[in-house]
């Protein structure tokens, strides 16, 4: 049986070995940044997600921007992603 401290050096020495640092995400503490990435990464492998992710926010680099943003926009950048809904939902959240 194992204690929670070993369970998460286990699990942390896994990443360390394992893990894609690479990740545009991974390098943000950005809650709008990590949102488009959660949201892009629902059901789309990351090697599509990758190239998405720096366009979409090069398109909007701020949740007021997506939030100003015709809608019919960013359905356009969000092409090739496939789930549309999702890019809807995202904007919905910015209008909010």
Not at 17 to 22: A, D, I, P
Not at 34 to 48: A, D, G, K, P
Not at 64 to 89: E, H, I, M, Q
Request: proline letters at 4%; one cysteine or more.
């Amino acid at each position: 049986m194992c204690d929670t401290r070993s369970f998460q050096r286990i699990v942390w020495d896994h990443f360390a070995k394992h893990s894609r640092k690479t990740l545009p995400w991974r390098r943000t503490k950005d809650p709008y940044r990590i949102l488009v990435s959660e949201v892009m990464l629902q059901q789309t492998q990351v090697s599509r997600v990758s190239k998405k992710y720096r366009e979409f926010l090069n398109a909007y680099p701020a949740v007021r921007t997506l939030a100003k943003a015709p809608l019919a926009d960013v359905l356009r950048v969000w092409s090739g992603l496939g789930y549309n809904r999702r890019a809807k939902f995202l904007y919905d959240a910015a209008k909010k």
